[in-house]
């Protein structure tokens, strides 16, 4: 049987963002997202039935064509589809797999990397807290600061936790500065694709 997913875009840059900043990935950005955050810069992405969809095979031969180090799975919200034909079929390839939720549905798919970014807009799913590699929260807000304690309370120790501005809000940036400053277990993350001006 033929699977295939609605696919907003696929290209070939780098990781602007966590960890993995500067390094060289694979996109596939899955459409669909029912978390709606107000400052989304991905809005297009939301509807489900407004892409064509792509086969895996074709999935699979855009990622080995890009020859990066890693394919990154993301959106929209990547999990509200089930995601385990896909995964199979790029690492039977050899591919690294990284994938970016919210965590706002149950997790499927088979991950060498998990960026966990949950949103105050929807309650993140419990499958999500055993396979995160990296907490990421958007801070909009002061009251984000506040979430972000709340959900890094369910990790150990060991997680890596970032902070991110929201990128139209650079007034909160040094109040991050000066929640880092205090909590040195946070981590600040940029979006360097935007400073690079590249996708």
Same mark, same amino acid.
């Given at each position: 049987?033929?699977?295939?997913?609605?696919? @907003?875009?696929?290209? !070939?840059?780098?990781? +602007?963002e966590?960890f993995?900043?500067g390094?060289?990935?694979?996109f596939?950005r &899955?459409?669909?997202? %029912?978390?709606?955050?107000?400052?989304c /810069? #991905?809005?297009?992405?939301?509807?489900?039935?407004?892409?064509p969809?792509?086969?895996?095979? %074709?999935? $699979?031969?855009?990622?080995?064509l890009?020859?990066?180090?890693?394919? @990154?799975?993301? +959106?929209g919200?990547?999990l509200? !589809?089930?995601l =385990?034909?896909?995964?199979?079929?790029l690492?039977?390839?050899? *591919?690294?797999? !990284? &994938?970016?939720?919210?965590?706002s !549905?149950?997790?499927?798919?088979d991950? %060498?990397? $998990?960026?966990?970014?949950?949103?105050?807009?929807?309650?993140p /799913? #419990?499958?999500i807290?055993?396979?995160? %590699?990296?907490?990421?929260?958007? @801070?909009?807000s002061?009251? /984000?600061?506040q979430? =972000?304690?709340?959900?890094?309370?369910?990790?150990d120790d060991?997680?890596?936790?970032?902070? #991110?501005?929201?990128?139209?809000?650079?007034?909160l940036?040094?109040?991050?500065?000066?929640?880092i400053?205090?909590?040195?277990?946070?981590? *600040?993350s940029l979006?360097?694709?935007?400073? *690079?001006?590249?996708?």
């Amino acid at each position: 049987m033929t699977i295939s997913y609605p696919i @907003v875009e696929t290209f !070939h840059s780098i990781q +602007g963002e966590g960890f993995w900043s500067g390094t060289s990935a694979f996109f596939i950005r &899955l459409a669909g997202c %029912d978390v709606h955050c107000s400052w989304c /810069d #991905q809005k297009e992405t939301w509807p489900l039935n407004k892409y064509p969809v792509m086969d895996i095979k %074709d999935l $699979v031969a855009q990622s080995l064509l890009a020859n990066s180090p890693m394919v @990154v799975i993301t +959106g929209g919200e990547p999990l509200l !589809h089930n995601l =385990a034909p896909l995964t199979e079929s790029l690492k039977k390839e050899g *591919l690294r797999l !990284h &994938l970016e939720t919210s965590g706002s !549905h149950p997790f499927s798919g088979d991950f %060498d990397w $998990v960026t966990f970014s949950p949103k105050t807009f929807k309650i993140p /799913d #419990q499958s999500i807290y055993s396979r995160a %590699d990296e907490l990421k929260i958007i @801070v909009a807000s002061q009251q /984000d600061l506040q979430w =972000a304690q709340e959900i890094s309370a369910k990790f150990d120790d060991n997680i890596l936790k970032y902070l #991110q501005p929201e990128w139209n809000s650079t007034k909160l940036t040094p109040i991050i500065l000066n929640y880092i400053q205090d909590n040195p277990q946070w981590r *600040l993350s940029l979006q360097m694709h935007k400073f *690079l001006n590249i996708p």
